[in-house]
C-alpha cells in the first residue's frame, strides 16, 4: 500500500511539472543561428531587435543591438556584430548598469556564426542612474571596455 501511495504522489509531482521548464537555448545545442535558427523576436523572445549604433572595443569596430526593452528586474537580449574578417574576442563579458558593474550581473556572451556573439543580461533593480550597457573583451592587448546607450 505504501509503495502504491508512493508511486501516486511521484506521478503527480513528474505531472504538475511536465510543461513549466523553460526552453533556453545554449552554444552548440544546435537550436542558435549558428544552425540557421532566428527567433520570432516580437512574438515570443524580448522584443524587436533594434540597433543601438557601434562601440569601439580594442582596435575593432562592433555593431550593438539591443533585444526588447530594457526593464529593472527583467532580462535583456544583446547582439554584438563584427566586421567581417575582423577577430571575435573569445570571450566578452557584459551588463546593464554603471561602468564599475556596482550592483549589476555580468554575463558571458556567446558566439553566433562567424562573426556575432549573443546574451541575456539581467537588469539590475532599482536600475541606477545613468547606467547604459557595458561590453568587455579580452584581447591580445589586454582588455578593452565601451558601453552604449540602451533603449527603453
Request: aromatic share 4%.
Amino acid at each position: 500500500m505504501k509503495t502504491q501511495c508512493l508511486s501516486v504522489l511521484v506521478a503527480s509531482f513528474l505531472f504538475a511539472a511536465c510543461g513549466k521548464e523553460a526552453h533556453v537555448h545554449t552554444p552548440g545545442d544546435g537550436h542558435g543561428k549558428e544552425a540557421g535558427h532566428t527567433d520570432d523576436h516580437a512574438a515570443g523572445g524580448h522584443g524587436a531587435m533594434a540597433s543601438l549604433g557601434s562601440i569601439q572595443l580594442g582596435s575593432v569596430a562592433v555593431e550593438v543591438s539591443q533585444e526588447g526593452a530594457v526593464e529593472a528586474g527583467k532580462e535583456v537580449g544583446v547582439d554584438l556584430s563584427f566586421a567581417k574578417g575582423k577577430p571575435v574576442p573569445s570571450t566578452v563579458r557584459a551588463w546593464v548598469g554603471v561602468e564599475s558593474a556596482a550592483g549589476s550581473l555580468k554575463a558571458k556572451l556567446a558566439k553566433e556564426g562567424e562573426d556575432g556573439m549573443h546574451g541575456h543580461l539581467e537588469v539590475p533593480k532599482p536600475l541606477p542612474d545613468g547606467s547604459k550597457l557595458w561590453f568587455e573583451a579580452d584581447g591580445a592587448a589586454g582588455t578593452s571596455k565601451a558601453s552604449i546607450a540602451f533603449r527603453k
